[in-house]
């Protein structure tokens, strides 16, 4: 869980006098159990479609295996945890519980759209949604325009996406 404690503990022990100040506004706002602060900040670094107010914060910063993340080394975070933490004013351990887009999109960050799930719970609406069907029709296409003779291409003759 990313609390103010997880961040006040990795910046006092390392840094010297005037730490805290050197640290950034997010930095600050989480040490602080600002929420409000730390969404606004996490939101100004999406992009966000002007015309529809409900529409999905896509994260613009770092990514990493589909999901925007904040941080460097012991202080990575992912940034919609960092976001559902702060909407819960960082009150509530979320521990080990996932935090699930209801809209699938990995890179969404808008409170409203993220919920704390089970892992098999989770998992069970991806499947759901069907969509790794996509990710494999565009892993095939891939291979079929890298290596067309391609061992695996034998073993799946028609797309997958001709199903749905």
């Known amino acids: 869980m990313t609390t103010?404690?997880?961040f006040y503990g990795h910046y006092s022990l390392t840094g010297k006098a005037g730490w805290?100040?050197?640290l950034g506004?997010?930095?600050q706002a989480i040490i602080r159990c600002d929420g409000p602060a730390v969404i606004q900040i996490l939101k100004a670094r999406c992009s966000i479609d002007p015309e529809d107010p409900g529409a999905c914060w896509l994260w613009k910063g770092a990514v990493r295996a589909g999901?925007?993340?904040i941080g460097r080394k012991e202080t990575n975070r992912?940034?919609?945890r960092v976001v559902l933490e702060a909407a819960r004013s960082f009150i509530q351990e979320?521990?080990?519980l996932s935090v699930h887009h209801k809209c699938g999109i990995r890179l969404c960050g808008i409170p409203e759209?993220?919920?704390l799930a089970t892992h098999a719970?989770?998992?069970a609406e991806m499947l759901g949604r069907r969509a790794y069907l996509q990710r494999i029709a565009d892993l095939e296409g891939a291979l079929r325009v890298l290596a067309p003779g391609h061992l695996l291409l034998a073993k799946a003759p028609r797309p997958l996406l001709n199903d749905m």
């Open 67 to 69: 999901y925007g993340y």
């Open 20 to 22: 805290y100040e050197r």
């Open 94 to 96: 979320i521990g080990g």
């Open 78 to 80: 992912l940034a919609h």
């Open 113 to 115: 759209h993220l919920v």
């Open 121 to 123: 719970e989770n998992t």
């Open 25 to 27: 506004p997010l930095r």
């Open 4 to 6: 103010a404690d997880d």
